[in-house]
């Protein structure tokens, strides 16, 4: 069974850059036929999609935060990665990690999620 | 592309029926849209893709229907597990867009 797990820092301060892994265990992030992403949900709202990493280390980000997000991945530990700089107060959120799997018309939609992991951003 | 879920809360009771409604801003090629339930302090659990697929294990008084802009997750008999947020979201257009989401509470 599938399995993806957050961790990282679950308070950074406003201007920094905000960490955080992804581990999946009972599947290979190398596989071609799944993309890894990361979403995330401010408190008492909807969901937001942040951006996702192919297996070949092709990444694709939501335009609102291209400029400040980096995705990679290490598939020697199976884990990929999030980083967001610049946060403020607004990045407050849950932070989830996820798996996007084809539907067959090469168009994925996400299938997996991770139990997420809360991220304050507080001085 | 924007996505408008409605009602924002449906007040039901067990045993009954729930629609639930995604409208979105642009026509979906291909029908590229998905349901998600959440429960509080879960993580969204997919119910539906391609606008009308079951996802795996999920009971079929869960089913999705439309084409276009209008989008619909029926669940045919309420059990009390059902009760929950439920999420929309499509992924035929960069970037990937979900709806604001239904909350579905106990009458």
């Known amino acids: 069974q599938l399995q993806l797990q957050e961790s990282g820092p679950g308070l950074v301060k406003p201007s920094e850059t905000l960490s955080l892994t992804c581990t999946v265990s009972?599947?290979?992030?190398?596989?071609?036929?799944?993309?890894w992403g990361w979403g995330r949900q401010p408190p008492g709202k909807g969901l937001e999609w942040i951006g996702s990493i192919s297996h070949s280390g092709s990444t694709f980000y939501t335009p609102s935060l291209q400029s400040r997000v980096t995705i990679s991945a290490d598939t020697s530990k199976n884990q990929f990665s999030l980083k967001l700089s610049s946060v403020t107060a607004a990045d407050t959120a849950v932070y989830y990690c996820a798996r996007r799997t084809s539907d067959g018309n090469n168009h994925y939609y996400v299938d997996y999620w991770g139990q997420g992991t809360l991220v304050t951003v507080s001085s | 592309i924007v996505l408008t879920q409605s009602p924002g809360t449906l007040s039901l009771s067990p045993g009954e029926r729930a629609t639930l409604s995604c409208r979105a801003s642009?026509?979906?090629?291909?029908?590229?849209l998905a349901w998600y339930q959440q429960k509080p302090g879960q993580a969204p659990r997919l119910l539906i893709y391609?606008?009308?697929s079951r996802a795996t294990d999920i009971p079929d008084r869960f089913s999705g229907s439309g084409s276009g802009t209008d989008f619909t997750l029926t669940i045919s008999r309420l059990e009390p597990e059902d009760f929950a947020v439920y999420h929309c979201q499509q992924y035929g257009r960069s970037p990937i867009t979900f709806g604001q989401g239904t909350r579905l509470e106990i009458k």
């Open positions: 642009q026509s979906l090629s291909n029908n590229y």
């Open positions: 391609g606008a009308s």
């Open positions: 009972g599947g290979s992030i190398n596989s071609n036929s799944y993309f």
